[in-house]
T-cell receptor, first 114, second 112 residues
């Protein structure tokens, strides 16, 4: 069966450290992988997109890697801050799937403490 | 530019009733997708519309329906509400239906 797993439901780290979140998938062939941030009671906010032929992408303090052989994406937040505390979702845009549909993981709740 | 607007923000309905939710996408975005989010199932895809045509549909019963108007605004309707329909309903828009979606804040539906 098809599955998207994010490494843990919750991750707690100290301010200034690097947070690393994992997204693993099985039985999908994603053309793109996206990461979103969601705060309580709000909709997800798009952060980064990486294509299947890209290994790494960066945006300010964020870095995403994509390994289609391992079927895994890593999402890094460097120099983390309490304001980074939120739930982070990975989403797959699947090759061959009709446009407009994303498959989401359950999310990892990140807490950055001072 | 204005974001994706969903109305209403909160709704309380009784089992058996029907409900209509509205979504106004970002100006110029022609694709509108709908998702249901619950603590138990996470984000589940409902359907996607592009230029007034439904292009994709998730695994939800026929009680869930939607439409898109010529100005790209979209509505979704749930008939014969069940307790299990209580959820956050999210609308997302994009230019072509791919590559990074902008979500609204959602409509929190509670069925009692």
């Amino acid at each position: 069966s098809q599955k998207i797993e994010q490494n843990s439901e919750a991750l707690n780290i100290q301010e200034g450290k690097t947070a690393t979140l994992t997204c693993n998938y099985t039985n999908y062939s994603p053309a793109y992988l996206q990461w979103y941030r969601q705060d309580p009671g709000r909709g997800p906010v798009f952060l980064l997109l990486i294509r299947e032929n890209e290994k790494e992408k960066r945006k300010e303090r964020l870095k995403v890697t994509f390994d289609t052989t391992l079927k895994q994406s890593l999402f890094h937040i460097t120099a983390s801050q309490p304001a980074d505390s939120a739930t982070y979702l990975c989403a797959l845009d699947v090759r061959g799937s009709t446009l407009g549909r994303l498959y989401f993981g359950r999310g990892t709740q990140l807490t950055v403490w001072p | 530019k204005a974001g994706v607007t969903q109305t209403p923000r909160y709704l309380i309905k009784t089992r058996g009733q029907q409900v209509t939710l509205s979504c106004s996408p970002i100006s110029g975005h022609r694709s509108v997708s709908w998702y249901q989010q619950t603590p138990g199932q996470g984000l589940q895809f409902l359907f996607e519309y592009f230029s007034e045509t439904q292009r994709n549909k998730g695994n939800f019963p026929g009680r869930f329906s939607g439409r898109q108007f010529s100005n790209s605004r979209s509505e979704m309707n749930v008939s014969t509400l069940e307790l299990g329909d209580s959820a956050l309903y999210l609308c997302a828009s994009s230019l072509m239906g791919d590559r990074g979606y902008t979500f609204g804040s959602g409509t929190r539906l509670t069925v009692v």
